[in-house]
């Protein structure tokens, strides 16, 4: 899985425009082969990440309200002939896990996928936590990305308030309907 510089930047932004409430979309994007440590590599590239708006989110929760709205979403995006390869939500304070709830929401979510004509063969859920950070002295403004074994851990600092960052941890879910089996796959970026 490779997420690319635009797609993190989409990313970042839309969990930090309102950092105390969850915010979620759909991920875009396409099978291709990559170079990743000096090897030719099947991947999965996202692309785009698009913030739903019509959505209910709180401290702990996001999910889509409007389902015609939700609707055209995934339409306009498959007249454009792009592909909807999943979905991304944040958590506050929280863990870069899936929650009970989270699974039960993408087994069903899925489930009205196949309903409506679109085969999903598999699914990706992307999962960011946000941590405020306090420092104790001034920072410069910064952005810096750390690449665990399968977690990416990105660092946004002195943005307005020069003692004031986040820390965004990424993980990424595949979602198997067949199986309904949810494993964790590592994460890379630009
Ligand atoms: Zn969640």
């Known amino acids: 899985m490779y997420i690319t510089e635009n797609c993190l930047v989409e990313l970042i932004a839309s969990c930090l425009e309102i950092p105390h409430k969850e915010v979620g979309g759909f991920l875009i994007g396409k099978e ?16 785009i990440a698009y913030q739903i708006r019509t959505c209910k989110s709180g401290k702990s929760f996001w999910q889509p309200e409007n389902v015609r709205a939700y609707n055209r ?17 944040s958590h506050i304070h929280n863990v870069a896990e899936l929650s009970d709830a989270d699974k039960n929401f993408i087994e069903q979510e899925v489930d009205d996928f196949s ?70 796959v590592s994460v890379r970026g630009p």
Not at 32 to 45: Q, V
Not at 155 to 172: A, E, H, K, W
């Open 73 to 89: 979403i995934i339409d306009t995006i498959k007249a454009m002939n792009f592909a909807i390869v999943g979905e991304y939500h």
């Open 32 to 47: 291709e082969k990559r170079f990743i440590k000096g090897e030719r590599t099947d991947c999965l590239t996202l692309d």
């Open 115 to 184: 309903k409506h004509g679109i085969k999903v063969s598999n699914w990706i859920e992307m999962v960011l936590n946000i941590e405020t950070k306090n420092y104790s002295r001034k920072q410069a403004q910064a952005f810096t990305c750390k690449y665990f074994r399968k977690k990416i851990r990105c660092n946004v600092r002195g943005m307005r308030d020069p003692l004031v960052g986040y820390s965004i941890t990424i993980g990424i879910y595949w979602f198997n309907p067949e199986k309904a089996m949810f494993e964790e």
